[in-house]
């Protein structure tokens, strides 16, 4: 089951199997439906779970140890109600009542612990299920009718769908017939799931453009040093308005990524630094985004992401969501050991108050509203949904990667901007340090991607949406999960119920008992 649950994976990045995610559940599940009771199947599943997550995070395993395995062992057991609804409604024979309600619960189950372990203090949603779907706009379009998590229940329901039509097959359960029926239903199911994306993307146009503006986005590559990693930021930043390559780009936006610069701006000492941000910024027509690490008085360590203009620092934004292990450890009287055996957070950075925009000017002098998130915070929807709804028409994220080089993990952090895109209905930009610096369209189609062996600068002229437009999925919410959970709970009710034997369930006969008639006989009395 570990690795069964592992393989998953290759639909993500970088081996982007992504069609792997429509039937890749399957082998997992007909072990589970054909354990020999339900608590043996929620044990299944939980070892799948946690090759899944350990498979997901392999790359974290140089900073944070052991804590990979621990990850994957805690959290996997969120798919034990998974396990368990599958193997009570899909185990054979398969009725016609279990096959329907297999389909919206098992899903169901899926989606809630995927919301579940989206909780910051579980990790974080990271490996979401729909995420690897982020290549094929026409599925994306889902996202914007419910987010990633209706992404997620169409591909788990596709699997399901498929089991059903195997669990029909005569050949597959021992002494079954054939039975046409479910598996003409599970067959129909199933395309209808793959159809779902391509449907949506064709119903729900994307807002209309009202303006335009280029980004520019630099990623200096691989600097040991800080200064000098400062140094060739500001050199490619310069190319943009000087004789050369670069010399006919005209930004909007200049954005650099995570912790781009060396020293905190804001401190009288480095007015230096400041100044020479500024002129670059006056030199290329267009605001400039960096980020620092700063250390507040009598608060602590922060994470910041900085405006600067022509005129000085025009607005900041602090990093909300830290990276579990890597810029805090949960629960750290108990986990502080890690400290010892991993690179894990030598001490605990302090959150910001939350998402909020920053107010760029663009080329024309007009406002350019901004939702400025960082690195870690591309994972959560919830963020981006709150930077739309106050009238961003741009999301931009900046990050810092390079601890990860050379693994998965930059790729699959890429790929989460364009999921967030759909979601949003906004282009969606992400400028890194050594890579992934990419850029998405409002529809999450791919515009620019420069990887993690590269270095320069990558410009795109984006179309922006109204400040007051909104996808369905902006308005309504998380009603996917909402409505997942109250199937899964109706679900348990139900389930008790039959185990307990309420009225409607049976007529006073036990389970494991019957009764036997002969013909001609009288039942004594």
């Not at 280029?214 to 000087?242: C, F």
């Not at 250390?295 to 600067?308: A, D």
Request: charged share 15%; aromatic share 8%.
């Amino acid at each position: 089951m570990l690795l069964l649950g592992a393989l998953l994976i290759l639909a993500f990045p970088a081996a982007n199997l992504e069609f792997l995610a429509w039937f890749g559940l399957v082998p997992g599940l007909l072990l589970i439906v054909r354990s020999p009771s339900a608590r043996e199947g929620g044990m299944r599943a939980w070892w799948l779970g946690a090759g899944y997550l350990i498979a997901a995070l392999y790359w974290m395993t140089p900073e944070i140890g052991p804590a990979v395995l621990l990850v994957g062992a805690v959290v996997g057991v969120l798919w034990v109600p998974f396990g368990v609804t599958a193997q009570k409604l899909l185990r054979p024979p398969v009725t016609w009542p279990r096959a329907l309600a297999a389909l919206a619960v098992v899903p169901s189950c899926w989606l809630l612990t995927e919301w579940l372990r989206s909780w910051q203090a579980l990790g974080g949603p990271w490996a979401v299920f729909g995420v690897s779907q982020w290549q094929h706009p026409a599925v994306l379009a889902l996202a914007a009718v419910g987010g990633v998590w209706l992404i997620s229940f169409a591909l788990v329901l596709a699997n399901v769908a498929i089991v059903l039509v195997i669990e029909a097959l005569p050949r597959v359960t021992p002494g079954a017939t054939w039975r046409p029926g479910l598996a003409v239903l599970g067959a129909a199911v199933a395309v209808a799931s793959v159809g779902a994306g391509p449907l949506a993307f064709a119903l729900t146009p994307a807002s209309p453009a009202v303006r335009e503006a280029t980004v520019a986005m630099v990623q200096p590559g691989i600097v040991g040093n800080a200064v000098k990693r400062v140094d060739a930021s500001e050199r490619l930043t310069a190319g943009l308005s000087r004789p050369g390559e670069l010399s006919g780009t005209k930004p909007d936006l200049i954005v650099w990524g995570e912790s781009s610069t060396a020293v905190d701006l804001t401190l009288p000492e480095n007015r230096g630094q400041l100044r020479q941000l500024e002129a670059l910024a006056r030199e290329d027509g267009a605001d400039l985004l960096v980020s620092q690490d700063a250390i507040v008085p009598g608060k602590g360590h922060e994470k910041w992401s900085v405006l600067v203009g022509p005129a000085g620092i025009k607005g900041i934004y602090v990093k909300t969501r830290l990276v579990p292990f890597g810029e805090y450890i949960p629960f750290r009287q108990q986990l502080g050991w890690l400290t010892k055996i991993s690179k894990a957070a030598a001490s605990n950075m302090i959150p910001g108050t939350g998402a909020h925009l920053l107010q760029a000017t663009d080329r024309a002098g007009r406002p350019l509203p901004i939702g400025v998130l960082v690195c870690f915070e591309s994972a959560f929807p919830d963020m981006s949904r709150v930077d739309t709804d106050l009238g961003a028409q741009l999301i931009v994220y900046q990050s810092a990667t390079s601890t990860f080089q050379g693994t998965w993990g930059p790729d699959q952090h890429a790929s989460l901007s364009a999921v967030r895109a759909a979601e949003t209905g906004r282009p969606v930009v992400q400028a890194a340090l050594t890579g992934v610096t990419v850029g998405f369209d409002a529809r999450g189609r791919l515009l620019a991607w420069m990887g993690q062996s590269s270095h320069g600068v990558v410009t795109i002229r984006l179309g922006l949406p109204a400040t007051s437009a909104r996808t369905f999925y902006d308005r309504a919410g998380d009603y996917v999960p909402w409505t997942a959970v109250a199937i899964v709970i109706l679900a348990a009710l139900v389930m008790f119920a039959n185990s307990r034997g309420f009225p409607g369930r049976s007529a006073g006969v036990k389970r494991g008992h019957e009764a036997q008639y002969v013909a001609g006989q009288s039942v004594p009395q």
